[in-house]
């Protein structure tokens, strides 16, 4: 069984940082790529951030220059540091990552997902 765990999220102004963390634990063999989501209400799921195993990022053009998406491989964990926050950044925030287990199973996992509230 594979198992993402997202925190870090919660309240805060405009203008304010938070970082967000994603750690991934069971039978994981390797993970490849790792990224972030987000879902604000009424809204479709939308892209955020994306690593890969090497370190290669890119970001959805909202978040560019605001948004750094990093990765300790060690800990098979992926983070999030969001500064420069905008109301229109609320949302619930989920982690992905392409997972192959141990026993060779292929897929493409989540998070349940973390509050994040920027009040204006």
């Known amino acids: 069984q594979v198992q993402l765990v997202e925190s870090g999220g919660g309240l805060v102004q405009a203008g304010g940082s938070l970082r967000l963390s994603c750690a991934a634990s069971g039978s994981i063999r390797s993970i490849n790529a790792m990224g972030w989501y987000r879902q604000g209400p009424g809204k479709q799921r939308t892209f955020v951030a994306r690593?890969?195993?090497?370190?290669?990022?890119n970001y959805a053009d909202s978040v560019k220059g605001r948004f750094t998406i990093s990765r300790d491989n060690a800990k098979n964990t992926v983070y999030l540091q969001m500064i420069s926050l905008k109301p229109e950044d609320t949302a619930v925030y989920y982690c992905?990552?392409?997972?192959?287990?141990?026993?060779?199973?292929?897929?493409?996992?989540w998070g349940q997902g973390t509050q994040v509230t920027v009040s204006s």
């Open positions: 992905n990552a392409q997972i192959i287990t141990l026993a060779h199973y292929w897929g493409d996992y």
């Open positions: 690593i890969t195993s090497d370190g290669d990022t």
